[in-house]
């Protein structure tokens, strides 16, 4: 694998992230509303220039999701062209077909805004980060024990401040407080994902111990996700206590991760491949 597509691996997570991040923010703050229902155009001069603040984050969430919707399908074409592993190139053409179903979407937030499609569009976005994410895991590192102690340490601390800033539970959940949340929620749940991916190629006499670490971190990766889906909902008590359960019990299975690391793992077999490739 070329150090380009390296990069281009690491910078198609990264955006993904952020645009998910940017769009949680312009939703909180209610700037697809001032569009006044119009896709896609918006409001200001022939409703193609921002009128105000909120018209402008619209505009900017739009501009990054034209630009990390390339910036896949570029990483996409690049990894069939360089033939690299095949769970490499098949999760990225899994994330490139979804695409144009979020463009969808995404339209329709602005001009119907109903719960169904505010949450389907997430979900969606969720599934691209899934693919995304898992590309670069598989493309990006060697399985070795520091790189997969310092995913799960990345976790370790990403998991309390979820606990924390859960959803009206102790802070009021503004659009910032909101902002704070998934990206922490993301970083979390990339940081499992991968660890999942890397335990479950692991080889070697000992790989019994990759397995136990995998059997903890995907039941806590989908715990994550399905909090950070479920954040996207209107909330009352009964929502509160479960995504405050929730919360409490992917902090669990975090720590026990941590504990089955620092516990020592057998170092992978030598020449090691992801069984993606």
């Known amino acids: 694998m070329t150090p380009r597509l390296r990069r281009l691996l690491a910078g ?4 993904t992230g952020v645009l998910m991040v940017l769009g949680v923010y312009t939703a909180a703050a209610g700037a697809g509303l001032t569009c006044a229902g119009r896709w896609p155009f918006c409001d200001g001069f022939l409703g193609l220039f921002p009128a105000n603040w909120g018209s402008f984050l619209e505009w900017f969430h739009r501009l990054v999701a034209m630009l990390t919707g390339f910036l896949i399908l570029g990483t996409t074409v ?24 979020q463009i969808v979407l995404g339209a329709l937030t602005v001009t119907e805004y109903e719960w169904v499609i505010l949450t389907a569009h997430y979900v969606v976005a969720t599934s691209i980060f899934t693919a995304v994410v898992a590309a670069a895991a598989w493309g990006l590192a060697d399985r070795g024990i520091p790189r997969i102690a310092d995913a799960v340490g990345l976790a370790l601390v990403g998991a309390p401040v979820m606990l924390v800033l859960a959803p009206h539970a102790f802070v009021s959940f503004g659009p910032t407080t909101q902002a704070v949340y998934y990206v922490v929620g993301l970083t979390t749940y990339a ?14 006499p000992r790989a019994d111990a990759y397995d136990r670490l995998r059997f903890v971190t995907a039941p806590a990766s989908v715990v994550v996700v399905a909090l950070l889906i479920a954040g ?38 030598a020449g090691a491949t992801n069984d993606a490739d």
Do not use: S
């Open 78 to 101: 690049q990894a069939w062209r360089e033939g690299v592993a095949k769970g490499v190139r098949y999760a990225l053409v899994v994330a490139t077909v979804i695409l144009p179903f």
């Open 191 to 204: 940081a499992l994902v991968a660890v999942t991916l890397w335990a479950n190629a692991a080889h070697g």
């Open 12 to 15: 198609a997570a990264a955006m």
């Open 232 to 269: 996207r909902q209107v909330y009352g008590p009964a929502l509160e206590l479960a995504h405050l359960g929730g919360t409490v019990l992917a902090l669990v299975l975090v720590v026990g991760a941590a504990v089955l690391v620092r516990g020592g793992l057998p170092i992978p077999q």
